[in-house]
């Protein structure tokens, strides 16, 4: 009972773009863009004082929140 214009009956289509590609091609494009960002000289580089930073602001949203789920209980009320 299947009719060829059935939308059901079609190939799954690829992704558009990005997307469509395949994963070590996404890679080599991203390296790319990467290797022209620091020769170009606009790439940042964390200093260690703004990874450092970036740690205990991570690690005190991640303690607030885990705070906050203890609070609620086990069945999350």
């Not at 997307?19 to 890679?27: K, S």
């Not at 606009?42 to 970036?54: G, I, K, N, S």
């Amino acid at each position: 009972m299947s009719d060829s214009n059935d939308v059901f009956d079609s190939p799954p289509r690829r992704g558009r773009g990005f997307a469509g590609m395949d994963p070590a091609r996404r890679r080599d494009i991203a390296r790319e863009g990467g290797r022209a960002a620091h020769e170009k000289g606009t790439a940042h580089e964390y200093t260690p004082a703004e990874a450092r930073a970036a740690g205990v602001k991570s690690r005190t949203l991640r303690l607030r929140r885990m705070a906050t789920d203890a609070a609620a209980g086990p069945d999350g009320s």
